[in-house]
């Protein structure tokens, strides 16, 4: 008995060593300090294309009574602060609309940390549970104008990468062919690339691409448009990165009229409690027209490094599912 629980207890030890090493080698990794400068570079392209285009900066919020529902279950991350509940922020969807209630304010953006509490299933090449989106939203926006806008900013970061990162490319072996736009992004919609590839139609297409595409047209989160001229379909859409890296942004017009928005709250059983001073803007009318998108940062540094994994552009391990977290 006492052998056993010996052995066992050096087991332990030896396994919380090789998780320790483990951590050590990811910081230690030689082509990392080359993935954090390309990194460092996509957020200066994108600060830059976003102070070109007046497209005002606001700081983030990390917690907050009524953050993004999601379209999947995470697990539980609830705070409280002074008696209130909040949440960790999943996004700032609701803020991005809220803070539109300024007339000043046309056009904003959030460089924004979000935890996303993952279940371990989601411990694949595409998911962390806490990374960072740019996330931006626009007064009177459109699906047109997001497409045209995330294109623009997409060429603009990757001629900066190209002209500013020759070391960093180098170092990491890479080309820049991934990074050569032709054509405009083609746009498809789910119903036909579902007909074509079936369920699984988003990693097939992305495999078969070469270069970034649209998909229009989700089921999801009742703060997403739906097509009031096509019942049953949604003003919404995803930018694919090619060659299987997946989905890369997130985004859609919004509900911003109360009918419409307990509408769509009730097609889910969503819990009106928790949003009744959001339904109560709606309600007077305070909530305006916007259509916006968040884009994350690790999933455009994983494309453009051609990243095995998106944990391979962290320091510090964030994959769900793991073990055990050192940092
Ligand atoms: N931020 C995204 C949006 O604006 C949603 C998301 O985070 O998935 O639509
Ligand atoms: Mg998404």
């Given at each position: 008995?006492?052998?056993?629980?010996?052995?066992?207890?050096m087991i332990e030890k030896e396994r919380e060593l090789e998780l320790l090493n483990e951590a050590?080698?990811?910081?230690?990794?030689?082509?990392?300090?080359?993935?954090?400068?390309?990194?460092?570079?996509?957020?200066?392209?994108?600060?830059?294309?976003?102070?070109?285009?007046?497209?005002?900066?606001?700081?983030?919020?990390?917690?907050?009574?009524?953050?993004?529902?999601?379209?999947?279950?995470?697990?539980?991350?609830?705070?409280?602060?002074?008696?209130?509940?909040?949440?960790?922020?999943?996004?700032?969807?609701?803020?991005?609309?809220?803070?539109?209630?300024?007339?000043?304010?046309?056009?904003?953006?959030?460089?924004?940390?979000?935890?996303?509490?993952?279940?371990?299933?989601?411990?694949?090449?595409?998911?962390?549970?806490?990374?960072?989106q740019v996330d931006f939203e626009f007064k009177e926006g459109t699906m047109e104008m997001v497409?045209?806008?995330?294109?623009?900013?997409?060429?603009?970061?990757?001629?900066?990468?190209?002209?500013?990162?020759?070391?960093?490319?180098?170092?990491?072996?890479?080309?820049?062919?991934?990074?050569?736009?032709?054509?405009?992004?083609?746009?498809?919609?789910?119903?036909?690339?579902?007909?074509?590839?079936?369920?699984?139609?988003?990693?097939?297409?992305?495999?078969?691409?070469?270069?970034?595409?649209?998909?229009?047209?989700?089921?999801?989160?009742?703060?997403?448009?739906?097509?009031?001229?096509?019942?049953?379909?949604?003003?919404?859409?995803?930018?694919?990165?090619?060659?299987?890296?997946?989905?890369?942004?997130?985004?859609?017009?919004?509900?911003?009229?109360?009918?419409?928005?307990?509408?769509?709250?009730?097609?889910?059983?969503?819990?009106?409690?928790?949003?009744?001073?959001?339904?109560?803007?709606?309600?007077?009318?305070?909530?305006?027209?916007?259509?916006?998108?968040?884009?994350?940062?690790?999933?455009?540094?994983?494309?453009?490094?051609?990243?095995?994994?998106?944990?391979?552009?962290?320091?510090?391990?964030?994959?769900?599912?793991?073990?055990?977290?050192i940092f």
């Amino acid at each position: 008995m006492e052998v056993c629980s010996l052995k066992e207890k050096m087991i332990e030890k030896e396994r919380e060593l090789e998780l320790l090493n483990e951590a050590v080698d990811k910081i230690k990794n030689p082509k990392l300090p080359y993935i954090l400068r390309v990194q460092q570079s996509i957020l200066r392209a994108v600060d830059d294309y976003m102070y070109k285009n007046k497209i005002t900066r606001m700081m983030p919020l990390m917690m907050a009574p009524i953050t993004d529902t999601l379209n999947h279950s995470v697990e539980e991350s609830a705070l409280f602060y002074q008696g209130q509940e909040f949440d960790v922020m999943k996004s700032m969807i609701f803020h991005k609309q809220a803070t539109l209630m300024n007339k000043g304010l046309e056009k904003i953006y959030i460089v924004s940390p979000n935890i996303r509490l993952e279940s371990s299933e989601r411990g694949d090449k595409r998911h962390l549970f806490e990374f960072t989106q740019v996330d931006f939203e626009f007064k009177e926006g459109t699906m047109e104008m997001v497409f045209e806008f995330m294109e623009s900013l997409v060429r603009y970061v990757f001629e900066f990468i190209k002209k500013e990162c020759t070391e960093e490319f180098k170092a990491l072996g890479l080309t820049t062919d991934h990074l050569e736009l032709k054509d405009t992004f083609k746009k498809y919609r789910t119903e036909e690339l579902e007909e074509k590839y079936g369920e699984d139609f988003e990693r097939i297409a992305s495999e078969k691409a070469t270069e970034p595409f649209w998909i229009i047209n989700h089921k999801r989160e009742f703060y997403d448009a739906e097509d009031l001229d096509n019942k049953g379909t949604y003003k919404n859409y995803d930018l694919i990165w090619p060659k299987g890296y997946v989905e890369g942004l997130s985004g859609g017009e919004r509900e911003y009229k109360y009918d419409r928005i307990i509408t769509r709250m009730r097609e889910i059983n969503q819990d009106e409690e928790r949003f009744k001073d959001y339904i109560e803007l709606a309600k007077r009318g305070e909530l305006v027209k916007t259509a916006g998108a968040g884009f994350g940062v690790e999933r455009m540094t994983r494309f453009i490094c051609q990243l095995n994994q998106i944990d391979d552009a962290t320091v510090f391990t964030r994959k769900p599912g793991k073990e055990k977290y050192i940092f």
